[in-house]
């Protein structure tokens, strides 16, 4: 019983809940930046490099034998994940960079001060009262 209340009070921390917050939302975001290259970017390289599909491209190692299949290196798989990953790169790098700018715009306004205590009030007062005799 006692492992299962440590368990529970190690799951419901607020980091493990805002990081399963995070890898879900990163997931979804993988999934956005893969359609993103596959459906917009992609097409117009391989049209400006001759019609290629790169997810086509690969390398026969070995033809086909009757129910063998092919052995190859699919490079053009290799192409396509390499752009996804420099589109998440940059994206991520720029998320970071707009951050990072907020946080020091934050840290350069200047803080108001805080009021003075009330026992600083009446010593300024008392300190002015003897000034004036």
């Not at 799951?11 to 995070?22: C, E, L, Q």
């Amino acid at each position: 019983m006692k492992m299962l209340q440590e368990f529970r009070a190690f799951a419901f921390k607020g980091n493990m809940i805002d990081m399963a917050v995070g890898i879900i939302i990163g997931a979804a975001f993988g999934r956005v930046v893969q359609s993103l290259v596959k459906d917009i970017i992609m097409p117009p390289i391989g049209v400006a490099v001759g019609g290629v599909d790169f997810s086509e491209l690969s390398i026969v190692l070995k033809e086909a034998a009757g129910e063998t299949a092919a052995v190859t290196i699919g490079y053009g798989a290799f192409i396509q994940t390499l752009v996804d990953f420099l589109i998440v790169a940059m994206a991520i790098f720029v998320a970071i960079k707009v951050i990072n700018s907020m946080q020091r715009k934050q840290e350069e306004a200047p803080a108001t001060p805080a009021p003075p205590s009330d026992e600083l009030v009446v010593l300024r007062e008392i300190r002015d009262e003897l000034k004036r005799d």
